[in-house]
């Protein structure tokens, strides 16, 4: 069982490893679109941007209070949960997108925001194996 200074600890360095990762896909989705002279990515680099930041910003705020209560089977279903959220998350951002840009935008969104969603899905993985195989 992780201690309360721990907890607290792990869930800045996600947090700030989360702000960093945004802040250098973001930079290099820019640069793409300066440099490359790719038009449209602005509108789906928001989007994207802002959806990893509220859902790795809800997903440390919501483990650091599973972690607190200590069980590990509270955090295993806590791990699933977390995966299925942020999936369907992720088709209703794209499905709203589909709906306010139209057919001809959505390739754009999709692109940049699975760029976006993957490495959600790694930090998660990463972040995760090895805070439970700290605790065992």
Known sequence: MLEKNEIAKESRRFIACSVVAVALLSLS???LSLFAHVDGLISPLV???VFALV???????VWRKVARKGSVDTLATFLSAVSGFRMLLALMTLAGCYMAEGRDAIMNYLMVFIV???W?????????????????
């Open 29 to 31: 989705v820019l640069s």
């Open 55 to 61: 859902v790795e910003l809800a997903d440390v705020f």
């Open 120 to 136: 959600l899905i790694v930090h998660h993985s990463v972040f995760f194996s090895r805070i439970s195989k700290s605790r065992t």
């Open 47 to 49: 989007v994207s941007a």
């Open 116 to 118: 976006f969603y993957f």
